[in-house]
């Protein structure tokens, strides 16, 4: 408790002098040197004691024994009081032998002079009344003992074991739990690196057996055939031998033929190129090539190929291969005999070799050719693969591409039945709270299960929510009435409402500052038309939403309104707020298509600028709050220097499904069109990754700042409807990404980030 005690005070004087209390730490320091407690260290505060016998200051001793009794013994159960008489007994003993021992029979007598009143009726010290006209009360055998130096160590390790038992038993304020949480913290950090450890070493364990197991199986591919397997080509060629003469001629007119291909090959014809074999279509010759297993009446085929000539000029001598079927015939009988032995023994690439023993000199050169630009083909396919699916590709060849997440998993939260407007974690990392088009809020946990807190259905239709930063049991429900809420979620029941305009009774947006002191409420009149009417917005144009608006700043103990922004050129509704890391500033992105940035210290605007071309549907300070990014209706990301006021960092073409409109089509031409309401995009701890809204889940995106291009590097997924709204909880270590859909469906991914 010293440790936590000592702690505390440097950061409380840390504070004072962040803040300018400088009166305030003058009076602490004060009060620190004068401290009697010795900030809970035992050993200092026996120090003291010791310190006040050897200086004689018997005053100063009875008054330090009695402010600890005050203080700290007094609030010891009765059980404990005797040990505590013990102790004072104890220590005025203590300091008389110490008077005797240095020959100062005065400050003894003294002793028993101011003490009598108080010892004398005490049947311990009737015996100690004669110690100071004793010529020897070390050799006297009733006070030999405490003459020894084993006793008065005994007496100092006593006391001071006491001291530390009490101060560890006694309740201290919540602020000195800091030290123990930083210390479970620690501890807590130091299990999960370990773990991120385990998990590192485990994947690439896993890598290098799939490495391996690939190794492997290339080595199977290009094994060769033992000699007796490659001699099973020739099984029929001794009756073959019947035909040589007839065969003669035919070999003697082929080659003719090859001549004469070869040179129709620098003709107009074009390069030359393998004929397909009968009934082979050119996918299936293309296949036979790669070393694809072919069905056995292809390989009969194959037979065929390997007597015949399959050039332009074999249609002029197909007389003579008619007259070697009957021996084709039968040889085609014997392979199918050793079919099945063939299948086991044969693999995709020996196949290719087999095949192409059998063939004449001419026909390699052909099928060389055919084989290398069927080749190049297969390397374009494969690079064209790798571009589209890089994770995949590279686990196929056992090489992991690294990626900065890892998902541990992903959960889903299935409690609402119409389309999700709001998801937000809370400050702690713990709860979150959700909303839907049908004005239900729930308030659930997912850590260590996934369990719902609180529910409560609103008669009035809701537009906004936010949670409350100090307090985070609180919530801020905005309605489409003209009211504001503060809802108990522990409780479970409204605390308080509010009426904000009933001329503008739509509440867009709300956000509650840092210090929990107050929050921003932004209430819109009602627009002419409908958000639900797809057609109708699509025809009128982007300035129908352009309606009044108000930005309010309301005292969140008090529930009253403090002032009202001025919005300039004209009061128009916002629709999005969001505070810095200390409330001193805040963003605003409205119908108009502006973006205003106000000093909540000065309660006034900045600077402002023209941002988008239409509305603008989100805004967020980037991590080193240097600058603030924004979403608009146009469906552009775009990152904005607030010390320059318009001055454009960067500019992102985002695709219509992470902007919204968004659209779930049904059966029968059904179409649901929401606009956007909660958060499209939130940030890791770090800034350097967004997550945003898509058609099947949520994208992890990095953010290149000088190549100034949206890096796409991890998909969630998980959806079968679009997602309208997200959140990143960065609370813990292992980041906890929300996504929620048009079907009421919340997934709930957990992140790890890996170290490089």
């Known amino acids: 408790m010293a440790a936590a005690a000592e702690r505390t005070d440097e950061l409380v004087r840390e504070y004072l002098l962040f803040r300018g209390f400088t009166a305030a730490l003058k009076q602490l320091d004060a009060e620190i040197k004068a401290d009697r407690e010795k900030g809970f260290r035992v050993d200092k505060i026996v120090d003291q004691l010791q310190q006040f016998v050897q200086s004689y200051d018997l005053a100063a001793l009875r008054d330090y024994w009695s402010y600890l009794d005050r203080r700290l013994f007094s609030r010891l159960e009765d059980v404990y009081r005797p040990t505590v008489n013990k102790l004072k007994t104890s220590l005025f003993r203590y300091y008389l032998i110490h008077t005797v021992q240095t020959g100062r029979n005065d400050k003894a007598q003294e002793f028993f002079h101011k003490q009598a009143s108080e010892l004398q009726n005490q049947a311990e010290w009737k015996d100690w009344f004669v110690l100071p006209f004793l010529p020897a009360p070390d050799s006297n055998p009733t006070f030999a003992t405490y003459f020894s130096r084993q006793w008065a160590d005994t007496f100092i390790v006593s006391l001071h074991n006491f001291l530390s038992v009490l101060f560890q038993c006694m309740p201290v304020p919540v602020i000195l739990n800091f030290e123990a949480e930083c210390l479970r913290s620690s501890l807590i950090q130091e299990e999960n690196e370990s773990l991120r450890h385990k998990l590192f070493a485990l994947q690439a364990e896993s890598s290098r057996m799939k490495k391996e197991e690939l190794e492997v199986e290339q080595a199977v591919v290009h094994h060769k055939l033992p000699a007796y397997v490659a001699n099973m080509d020739r099984l029929g060629d001794s009756e073959l031998d019947m035909t040589c003469s007839q065969r003669s001629t035919a070999h003697s007119l082929q080659s003719r033929g ?270 002419p038309i409908s958000h639900m009417d797809f057609s109708t917005v699509s025809s009128r144009g982007k300035s129908m939403n352009q309606v009044p608006g108000k930005l309010l700043l309301w005292d969140t103990k008090t529930m009253k309104q403090q002032l009202q922004f001025s919005l300039e050129p004209e009061p128009i509704a916002i629709n999005c707020t969001a505070f810095n890391h200390n409330g001193n500033l805040l963003v605003t992105g409205a119908a108009d298509g502006i973006v205003r940035l106000f000093d909540m210290q000065q309660h006034e605007c900045a600077m402002s600028w023209k941002a988008h071309d239409g509305e603008v549907y989100s805004v967020e300070f980037s991590y080193d709050e240097n600058t603030v990014y924004s979403i608009g209706e146009d469906g552009k990301f775009i990152q904005w220097n607030i010390h320059k006021s318009g001055l454009k960092v960067s500019e992102y073409e985002l695709p219509s499904e992470a902007t919204g409109p968004f659209v779930l089509s049904g059966y029968s031409g059904y179409k649901q069109v929401q606009f956007p309401r909660g958060r499209l995009f939130a940030f890791d701890s770090e800034g350097n990754y967004m997550l945003t809204c898509s058609s099947t889940g949520g994208v992890i995106f990095k953010l290149n700042g000088e190549d100034k291009v949206l890096e796409s590097c991890l998909s969630l997924g998980g959806h079968r409807a679009p997602v309208v709204t997200v959140d990143w909880s960065t609370a813990m270590d292992c980041g906890t990404c929300l996504t929620a859909s048009m079907d009421g469906k919340i997934k709930l991914t957990t992140l790890l980030a890996q170290k490089s």
Not at 280 to 306: C, D, R, V
Not at 353 to 368: P, V, Y
């Open 258 to 527: 090859g001549f004469l291909s070869s040179f129709l090959s620098q003709s107009k014809k074009g390069p030359s190129r393998p004929a397909h074999p009968s009934g082979a279509s050119p996918t299936q010759t293309g296949s036979m090539l790669l070393g694809k297993k072919e069905p056995i009446n292809h390989q009969s085929a194959k037979g065929k190929e390997g007597t015949v000539s399959c050039k332009d000029g074999k249609s002029h001598f197909s007389g003579l291969v008619a007259g070697e079927s009957s021996s084709l015939q039968q040889r085609q009988k014997r392979l199918q005999e050793h079919g099945k032995e063939r299948k086991e023994l044969l693999s995709k690439g020996t196949f290719q070799d087999f095949f192409l023993q059998g063939q004449s000199a001419e026909k390699k050169t052909d099928i060389s050719t055919a084989e290398t630009e069927l080749s190049s083909e297969l390397h374009a396919e494969q690079a064209e693969t790798s571009t589209k699916m890089p994770t995949s590709s590279a686990e196929a060849v056992g090489v992991r591409q690294e990626q900065p997440f890892i998902v541990l998993s992903q959960e889903e939260y299935g409690e609402h039945h119409s389309s999700i407007m709001y998801c937000r974690v809370d400050c702690s990392g713990r709860r979150v709270a959700s909303l839907d088009v049908d004005g239900v809020i729930k308030v659930w946990s997912f850590n260590p299960i996934m369990q719902t807190k609180a529910s409560s259905i609103s008669k009035s239709p809701l537009l906004s929510l936010e949670w409350a930063t100090k307090r985070d049991r609180l919530l801020l429900l905005g309605s489409g009435v003209g009211t504001v809420r503060l809802y108990d979620t522990e409780a479970k029941k409204n605390l308080c409402e509010i009426s904000i305009d009933e001329d503008m009774p739509r509440i867009l947006s709300l956000a509650c500052s840092p210090s929990g002191a107050s929050f921003v409420c932004s209430a819109a009149a009602q627009s």
